[in-house]
Nanobody, 121 residues
């Protein structure tokens, strides 16, 4: 099996910064896209940022210029650097990855357990 474990969430004041980390482990042959989603209180989960295995990144309009997604393929890890945080960034942040497992001819979708980010003074 494959596990995604997020870390780095917490409470931060408006204008502050946080760095989220998601490490994938288990029977991994390769990882295609790795993404960060968030789910604000009372709202649906939505895509924040995505990065391909080749390092091409895309962002939701609401975070462009403030968030940066990156990955370390050797460590099967994806990061989300969040700057100039706003109260509306408050949400549970989830890591997602498309993984090809060892010995499997197809890819599977995996989710982390989520990490809370609260932006408040």
């Amino acid at each position: 099996q494959v596990q995604l474990v997020e870390s780095g969430g917490g409470l931060v004041q408006p204008g502050g910064s946080l760095r989220l980390t998601c490490a994938a482990s288990g029977s991994i042959f390769s990882i295609n896209d790795m993404d960060w989603y968030h789910q604000p209180p009372g709202k649906q989960r939505e895509l924040v940022a995505a990065i391909t295995s080749g390092g091409i990144a895309n962002y939701a309009d609401s975070v462009k210029g403030r968030f940066t997604i990156s990955r370390d393929n050797a460590k099967n890890t994806v990061y989300l650097e969040m700057n100039s945080l706003k109260p509306e960034d408050t949400a549970v942040y989830y890591c997602h990855a498309i993984v090809r497992r060892l010995g499997a001819p197809v890819t599977y979708s995996y989710w982390g357990q989520g990490t809370q980010v609260t932006v408040s003074s």
